[in-house]
């Protein structure tokens, strides 16, 4: 598995990409309350260029055995007494379930609060996405309770659950650690014989 930057090479595996995944990813997709003119590729590599750039973010493509298979970004990313930032993600729907979302945000989450020195991540998702629930479950992370009308998701103000870990929660762990555990004790649990009755 591969994190790197989307670049405009990358247009028709993109637009490939989310509409074989529409309908898998319409509920879970972010949409604006004001109407908009549709954006470009080009303007979106744009936008999170210059919010990179400005320190804001840190959006990759999820690339695996070559191909794109989705993204996880970093956003909202505030230095001084806060040093906090967000993830979010989506993946193509034949690739959920193999351990690489959250197998990519734990090497994202690993840069941001080891080498970027930030201190708490946090991921929001809507109660209804099982999915994501899984992934949080999957690293660890603390279930900090539910934001309401907390962001705009597939046309409405849509309530978010809010999960959050800290460089303390991690007590020296990385978010890779956890990740590499979780994957043993599910294996574990799916290869364990049952006793005989």
């Known amino acids: 598995m591969l994190l ?3 670049g405009l090479a990358d247009e028709s595996d993109y637009f490939a990409l989310r509409r074989a995944n529409a309908e898998w990813l319409a ?3 972010a949409t604006s309350p004001v109407p908009r003119a549709p954006r470009t590729f080009s303007d979106v590599l ?4 210059a919010e990179a750039r400005a320190g804001r973010a840190l959006p990759m493509a999820v690339e695996v055995g070559g191909r794109l298979i989705g993204q996880v970004n970093v956003s ?3 230095e001084g007494s806060f040093r906090s930032f967000n993830v979010g993600y989506w993946i193509a729907h034949e ?4 351990w690489i979302t959250p197998t990519a945000v734990a ?4 840069h941001c609060l080891g080498a970027l020195g930030l201190h708490r991540m946090e991921i929001n998702i809507r109660p209804e996405n099982r999915a994501s629930l899984a ?12 934001r309401e009308r907390y962001l705009h998701i597939d046309g409405e103000w849509r309530d978010h659950r809010s999960f959050a870990v800290t460089t303390e929660d991690l007590a020296g762990q990385s978010l890779m650690e956890r990740c590499a555990l979780s994957s043993q004790e599910s294996l574990w649990r799916h290869t364990d014989p049952s006793p005989s009755g």
Do not use: H, T
């Open 4 to 6: 790197r930057p989307l």
């Open 27 to 29: 509920p879970w997709d």
């Open 46 to 49: 744009d936008s999170q260029e």
């Open 76 to 78: 909202n990313i505030v």
């Open 95 to 98: 690739a959920a379930g193999r």
């Open 107 to 110: 090497m994202l989450g690993d």
């Open 135 to 146: 992934v949080v479950r999957k690293l660890g992370l603390r279930d900090e309770g539910m």
